[in-house]
C-alpha cells in the first residue's frame, strides 16, 4: 500500500472487514450493520478523488493517523 491518506485509510477499512466478518459482506450471515457500514464506507472512499473532504473525515471515523 502507499503512503497516502487515501490509502491508509484503504487498509484500515479492509483489515476491519477481515477482523469482523472474515469474508465479504455479500457472504456475511444477516444483516450486520457494522459489516455494512464499512462496506459503504469503503465505496464511498473508491469513488473519493484524492485530496476529497471524505477521505479525512472517514480517516477520523475510524482513527486513521
Given at each position: 500500500m502507499g503512503d497516502s491518506l487515501k490509502d491508509r485509510v484503504r487498509e484500515k477499512l479492509?483489515?476491519?472487514l477481515t477482523e469482523d466478518g472474515g469474508h465479504p459482506?455479500?457472504?456475511a450471515e444477516g444483516d450486520?450493520?457494522?459489516l455494512v457500514s464499512i462496506d459503504s464506507?469503503?465505496?464511498t472512499l473508491e469513488q473519493a478523488s484524492d485530496g476529497d473532504l471524505v477521505i479525512e473525515e472517514l480517516a477520523a471515523?475510524?482513527?486513521?493517523?
Open positions: 479492509l483489515r476491519q459482506v455479500q457472504q450486520d450493520p457494522r464506507d469503503l465505496a471515523k475510524y482513527w486513521v493517523p
